[in-house]
């Protein structure tokens, strides 16, 4: 069984960092997608960042130069580095991965970043 379990939201000023984690199991995160979503209030669940098993990336162009995912294969673990957040970067966080067919994802982890 595939599971997703988000950490490292929280408060943070403009201009400020935070590095989000998402410790997976039931999948390996070496050699399958895995990426970060968030959802703003009232907004739709968007893609910020994914990270394909042979190592590719892409980023929403809005977290372009700000934000790097990651991955740590001995610890199973994905990253994502927030650097420079803005207000608008403010939503619930949630991993995501896909696997035989089926979506799976975190319960979320809330960033709120204060102006």
């Known amino acids: 069984q595939v599971q997703l379990e988000e950490s490292g939201g929280g408060l943070v000023q403009a201009g400020g960092s935070l590095r989000l984690s998402c410790a997976a199991s039931?999948?390996?995160?070496?050699?399958?997608?895995l990426g970060w979503y968030r959802q703003a209030p009232g907004k739709q669940r968007e893609l910020v960042a994914r990270?394909?098993?042979?190592?590719?990336?892409n980023y929403a162009d809005s977290v372009k130069g700000r934000f790097t995912i990651s991955r740590d294969n001995a610890e199973n673990t994905v990253y994502l580095q927030m650097n420079s957040l803005k207000p608008e970067d403010t939503a619930v966080y949630y991993c995501w991965t896909w696997l035989s067919g089926w979506n799976y994802w975190g319960k979320g982890t809330l960033v709120t970043v204060s102006s």
């Open positions: 990270l394909t098993g042979g190592g590719n990336t």
């Open positions: 039931g999948i390996a995160v070496s050699i399958n997608t």
